[in-house]
């Protein structure tokens, strides 16, 4: 699930900046605290098969909503 309805509930609401990858030797992974909201930053790599991309998303999405 990518957007829960409860959420939108009250006034904290997690949100996601999502990247591609990059050959920069720094690519954006982070998670922050702003306000009581929580903004992660990801990047996705998409230069292999989608069933890889497929498991990064999920990994990330997982990851975001625990």
Do not use: W
Not at 5 to 29: G, H, N, R, V
Not at 46 to 57: P, V
């Amino acid at each position: 699930m990518l957007c829960r309805f409860d959420k939108f509930l009250s006034d904290e609401m997690p949100t996601m900046l999502l990247y591609a990858a990059t050959d920069e030797a720094i690519q954006p992974d982070n998670v922050y605290q702003m306000s009581g909201n929580q903004i992660s930053v990801k990047t996705l790599d998409l230069n292999q098969d989608f069933s890889e991309i497929a498991a990064q998303l999920k990994a990330i999405v997982d990851t975001h909503f625990e």
